[in-house]
T-cell receptor, first 114, second 113 residues
Framework: DAGITQSPRHKVTETGTPVTLRCHQT?????MYWYRQDPGHGLRLIHY???????DKGEVSDGYSVSRSKTEDFLLTLESATSSQTSVYFC?????????????FGEGSRLTVL | AQSVTQLGSHVSVSEGALVLLRCNYS??????LFWYVQYPNQGLQLLLK??????LVKGINGFEAEFKKSETSFHLTKPSAHMSDAAEYFC???????????FGTGTSLTVIP
């Protein structure tokens, strides 16, 4: 199994509060991704990173920011959480040098915004 | 541009029956295609992948998928369903390393005893 750890695994927060989710990898992979999973929508890309301090937006990036100061850590921040951001968030990594770019996923972080 | 369509958000089969989960893709470049499985409260696990080496791809747990370019399809099959196959299945397409993955909306498989 790919060494991907997400924290926290579960969080309940109130509207308007900041939230940071952490993804930590031990594989030294270049690419890291944050997805959210919602019923009927599958997985949607929020942000991704192709190296330290190199990040870009995905299809649902509004209301989210990311940072990657080290290869192993990719942080997802909700500056002011809203109820529409209640979701399960998955971090994924992609191996450098593999043509297919297949993704390996963490166990997910379930966020509830009241 | 790339996209994936999974037909049927819910599929039910009897234990021992054939499993068929449908996936059609759209891609402007030769695609890499994937099937992932998600068990309850877990992350996604790679089931199998198509990399152009062979059109019939075998994966874990007895699953296989056939790439049909003329039909732009990559359907997932298993000859005999087992109770442990109950899960959510996602089809995905990518243009390769560093390119975005596009996921289908998922198919929930129920296996009836």
């Amino acid at each position: 199994d790919a060494g991907i750890t997400q924290s926290p695994r579960h969080k309940v927060t109130e509207t308007g509060t900041p939230v940071t989710l952490r993804c930590h990898q031990t594989e030294n992979h270049r690419y890291m991704y944050w997805y959210r999973q919602d019923p009927g929508h599958g997985l949607r890309l929020i942000h991704y990173s192709y190296g330290v301090k190199d990040t870009d937006k995905g299809e649902v990036s509004d209301g989210y920011s990311v940072s990657r100061s080290k290869t192993e850590d990719f942080l997802l921040t909700l500056e002011s959480a809203t109820s529409s951001q209640t979701s399960v968030y998955f971090c994924a990594i992609s191996q450098t040098g593999v043509d297919t770019g297949e993704l390996f996923f963490g166990e997910g972080s379930r966020l509830t915004v009241l | 541009a790339q996209s994936v369509t999974q037909l049927g958000s819910h599929v039910s089969v009897s234990e021992g029956a054939l499993v068929l989960l449908r996936c059609n893709y759209s891609s402007s470049v030769p695609p890499y295609l994937f099937w992932y499985v998600q068990y309850p409260n877990q992350g996604l696990q790679l089931l199998l992948k198509y990399t152009s080496a062979a059109t019939l791809v075998k994966g874990i747990n007895g699953f296989e998928a056939e790439f049909k370019k003329s039909e732009t399809s990559f359907h997932l099959t298993k000859p005999s369903a087992h109770m442990s196959d109950a899960a959510e299945y996602f089809c995905a397409v990518s243009a390769g390393t560093g390119n975005q993955f596009y996921f289908g909306t998922g198919t929930s498989l129920t296996v009836i005893p």
